[in-house]
């Protein structure tokens, strides 16, 4: 009897064929296969983990959170201690000093000492009756922050600056020119010129900022508190002798504005008055907190003319312009020291 016997090299599907050990050789794993079993793992582990050990590492992190959050508390705290308390210093600071400062430069290469030192006297006498503060420099000191040392009147608004750092408490800083007397050194500033309901009486409105015709006005309805800027004016515009900043932001906007180098380049006739009244006509910002008012008020002339012509009372007399070839600084400022008002103890 005959039986046949298959071959195994010829059938591919039974393990000791040639092609399926090619086949099984030559399997790979696919990343997601690999992937399943890496999660599959952490899992079992993640699993593995006591109900215990999962409440521990919790509570850890819970009390790392409330410490870091009550780090922060008492960090924002600190700081905002700090702050109020730097605040109140500064504020104490402020208050020790005088609610108002006058404003002088001294002209030591055109003026002899002995008319200097009567200038200052006049001044220190009416600040020490009224409780303010004096701030005097030598123009000289400026040469160096003006284009033109020789324009003395320039260095006023450097002067100025000046002032405002050294007395930063203050309120109000009144620069009244060298050339000119406090005639009556009890008219207190505050009543005189500064009380809100005593300045909205003063101030001139709806006039025009260079008489006697300039399209450029003052403003009609401004409250005379929102007003920082107070000056007065003659018959050719707006003078610089005498006038007073309050002590904002504005103010030294106004002072540094009024400063710039292409104002002291710029061949105004009137020079630094012509400067301010440019910056008036053409900056409202400048003119909205502006209050021209009456001459007389604080800058009377003793040469003058109508309203502008000094009076026995008058707050002020100033010599503007005394430096002329035709007049006389000196001879005009003895004319009148002797006659100007002594100060009255309050008893």
């Known amino acids: 009897m005959h039986f046949a016997i298959p071959s195994r090299a010829g059938d591919s599907s039974l393990p000791g064929s040639p092609s399926f050990r090619a086949k099984s050789k030559s399997k790979t794993y696919s990343p997601s296969f690999l992937s ?125 600056r000046a002032a405002m750092q050294d007395h930063p408490g203050a309120k109000f800083y009144w620069y009244l020119d060298q050339n000119a007397i ?28 260079v008489p006697p015709d300039s399209t450029i006005r003052t403003y009609r309805h401004v409250p005379a508190d929102r007003m920082k800027f107070i000056i007065s004016q003659d018959h050719e515009g707006l003078q610089t002798s005498s006038f007073i900043l309050k002590n904002e932001e504005y103010s030294k906007y106004v002072v540094d504005a009024w400063f710039d180098k292409l104002y002291q380049e710029y061949t105004f006739a009137k020079k630094d008055k012509g400067a301010l009244e440019h910056l008036a006509q053409w900056h409202p910002t400048v003119l909205s907190k502006m209050a021209v008012i009456p001459q007389r008020t604080f800058n009377s002339y003793p040469n003058g003319v109508g309203e502008s012509l000094y009076q026995d009372g008058d707050f002020v007399a100033s010599f503007i312009g005394c430096e002329s070839p035709e007049r006389n600084c000196v001879r005009e400022f003895e004319r009148l020291w002797d006659n100007r008002g002594r100060v009255v103890v309050k008893k």
Request: aromatic share 8%; proline share 4%.
């Open 182 to 209: 406090i005639m009556n050194p009890n008219l207190n500033l505050e009543e005189h010129i500064l009380e809100p309901k005593r300045l909205n009486s003063l101030v001139l409105r709806d006039i025009p900022i």
């Open 36 to 160: 399943q079993i890496y999660e599959t793992i952490v899992k079992s582990e993640s699993d593995s983990l006591s109900s215990f050990d999962r409440k521990r590492k919790s509570s850890r992190r819970s009390a790392i959170s409330t410490v870091l959050l009550l780090a922060i508390i008492v960090l924002v705290t600190f700081v905002v201690v700090i702050y109020f308390v730097a605040q109140r210093l500064s504020s104490v600071v402020q208050a020790s000093g005088p609610s108002i400062v006058l404003v002088l430069g001294l002209d030591g290469d055109h003026y002899k000492d002995d008319y200097l030192q009567k200038i200052v006297s006049n001044r220190k006498e009416y600040a020490d009756a009224q409780g303010y503060g004096l701030y005097v420099r030598d123009v000289k000191d400026f040469d160096h922050r003006v284009i033109d040392p020789e324009k003395t009147e320039w260095k006023k608004l450097p002067l100025l």
